[in-house]
């Protein structure tokens, strides 16, 4: 999966809809939110022809759509 393609702001806009009801300390209802966001993400990239191959794709997508709302991911001019 191309993360560079997947880039699309309205992909993550639609996926950070929902709510994680996130809490500092420990609760069961962040922890349950939180264990449905890698199936909800892999959902939307099938829809949106992104075929994600392995769920460390679903990591990477998430992790890279996190930098880049940060402003803080740049496409890499050399790989490997």
């Not at 993360?3 to 809809?17: I, N, P």
């Not at 392995?54 to 740049?74: C, H, K, M, N, P």
Request: contains cysteine; charged residues 35%.
């Amino acid at each position: 999966m191309d993360v560079h393609k997947a880039r699309d702001h309205e992909t993550w806009r639609t996926l950070s809809k929902m709510s994680l009801d996130y809490k500092a300390e420990q609760n069961w209802l962040t922890y349950s939110k939180l264990e449905k966001l890698p199936d909800r993400v892999e959902l939307e990239l099938y829809n949106r022809k992104l075929m994600p191959h392995l769920r460390i794709d679903v990591q990477g997508f998430i992790w890279a759509s996190i930098r880049i709302e940060e402003g803080d991911y740049e496409r890499p001019t050399n790989c490997w």
